[in-house]
Each structure stands twice: as C-alpha cells, then as structure tokens.
C-alpha cells in the first residue's frame, strides 16, 4: 500500500512540474481535461489517484502521453533487469484499466507494457510520433487502425507504423498484450510510413 501510494505521490509531482512547465493553471488544466480542479489538485499533492484513462487527458492536456509521465515518476534505478517478481505495475485505479506492468526501469528510449486485461482501452485512439509493435501474449484482443480491424490471438503482432491512429482492446481479463515502441520524445530520422 505504501509503495502505491509512493508511485501516486511521484506521479503528482511530475504532472505538477509538467503543468507549470507548459505555464497552465490548474484551472485551465481542469478545463483543457474535464477533470475537477480540485481533483487535480489533490493528485498533484499525492492525495488522490486516477484512472490511466483520466491520467491520459492530463497528459494529453501537457502535450504528452501518460506512458511518458509514468516513466518519469519510476524512481527505480535504470538497471536493465527487470524480474519477474518485481513489482513494477504501474498505478491503475480503474478496474475496467486491467492492469500494466513496466518492464523497463525509469526514462528509456524504448518503452515496453504488459498489459493484463484492459477491455476498457478500446474507447481511445492513439497517434504515436514512432512505431509500435503490439503482440499478444495469451488471449485475444481487436486493434482497429487506419480504418481497419484486426483480431488477434496469442503469437500474433500487430505492426502500427507511426502517425496511424488505433485503438485496441483485450477480449478477457486474462488476455495478456506486450506494448513495445520507441518513446514519442525521440525524433526518427526517416519519412513517417504513409498508408497507401
């Protein structure tokens, strides 16, 4: 309980030096999100946490995404080990979420999530600055992108080129999906992939 709440704590912290950075008040904040300025508030000081839905809104509100926040607030040491027993799950809220597990330690160029769940993750799009690599662990899961859905099943990976909006969503609780893609922060040095 202590460690969560020391994730939350961190988490408010960064998205408090984040906001002032990008010169917002909480109240302009509060309307760029939807979300309550009080809430807000109280995230900020670590005396509230949020859904990875509700975080995602701050983040787009700062111009980044929630992945880049989260990593910002790990505070565990850059090794490039991550084991199996440790915990490294990222602060969820919302059941519907599922779960999500880092297996990266702090600010890396690559990002890599398991996601456990997260039939909830369907309602929103994404837009990624580089490429993503989507591949299911166990289970099944729908990735709609540029227009187009896919079902997919444990073994089978999903290649979203940058700039492709997508969508995805587990089909059960037990569904397991690796997340790997370079951070957006990082400019490529190639002409984005264009669908044809």
């Known amino acids: 309980m202590d460690i969560e709440r020391g994730r939350w ?14 010169g917002l008040t909480l109240a302009r904040l509060a309307e760029l999100t939807g979300l ?3 809430f807000l508030s109280q995230f900020e000081n670590g005396r509230s946490s949020s859904s990875l839905r509700s975080l995602q809104r701050i983040a787009d509100a700062l111009g980044v995404n929630a992945t880049e926040l989260l990593s910002e ?18 602060p969820q809220a919302e059941a519907a979420d599922g779960s999500v597990r880092s297996l990266v330690h702090g600010e890396r160029d690559l990002r890599a999530l398991e996601f456990t769940g997260g039939s909830a993750h369907g309602d929103r799009e ?9 591949y299911v662990v166990r289970g099944a899961i729908t990735v709609v992108a540029g227009g187009e859905e896919h079902v997919l099943g444990t073994g089978d990976a999903f290649y979203c080129a940058a700039g ?4 995805w969503w587990a089909h059960t609780d037990d569904t397991t999906t690796l997340l790997l893609s370079v951070a957006d922060a990082l400019t490529i040095r190639r002409r984005p992939h264009h669908p044809r």
């Open 9 to 22: 704590r961190r988490l408010g912290r960064v998205v408090h030096a984040r906001r002032l950075a990008a």
């Open 36 to 38: 309550s300025q009080s």
């Open 73 to 90: 607030a790990d505070d565990a040491p850059s090794s490039p080990v991550v084991r199996a027993d440790e915990d490294t799950r990222l």
């Open 126 to 134: 994404f837009a990624h600055a580089n490429d993503e690599l989507i």
């Open 164 to 167: 492709v909006r997508h969508r």
